[in-house]
């Protein structure tokens, strides 16, 4: 059974940083593709900033030049350096798995609904 484990969230003022980590255990897969989502109250998970073990590091669109995505061969963690923030960042962060060569896409075009597996989320919240 695949495992993650988000940790790094919690609160800051805007302006400051933070740094989330995912590890992930318990999978099969030769490859796997790791992503860092966001959810706020009635709207849909955001995709982040994506991990694939072939192909590498991307980060979304939203979140470029702010936000770094990061492989951590240390720790064998997928990590989220968050920098700049924003009072709307405010959200739940989840990351999530799945096996690299899954579906028609890339790992770095995959949505919500390509992921099997997520982690419990961990909050973060940007005060003004």
């Known amino acids: 059974q695949v495992h993650l484990v988000e940790s790094g969230g919690g609160s800051v003022q805007a302006g400051g940083s933070l740094r989330l980590s995912c590890a992930a255990s318990?999978?099969?897969?030769?490859?796997?593709?790791l992503a860092w989502f966001r959810q706020t109250p009635g709207k849909k998970r955001e995709v982040l900033a994506t991990?694939?073990?072939?192909?590498?590091?991307s980060a979304g669109d939203s979140v470029k030049g702010r936000f770094t995505p990061v492989r951590d061969n240390i720790k064998n963690t997928f990590d989220l350096q968050m920098d700049s923030l924003k009072p709307e960042d405010t959200a739940m962060y989840y990351c999530?798995?799945?096996?690299?060569?899954?579906?028609?896409?890339?790992?770095?075009?995959?949505?919500?609904?390509?992921?099997?597996?997520w982690g419990q989320g961990t909050q973060v919240s940007v005060s003004s």
């Open positions: 999530a798995a799945t096996a690299s060569d899954y579906g028609d896409y890339d790992c770095a075009w995959r949505d919500e609904g390509d992921f099997a597996y």
């Open positions: 318990g999978y099969s897969w030769s490859s796997i593709c």
């Open positions: 991990f694939d073990s072939d192909t590498g590091l």
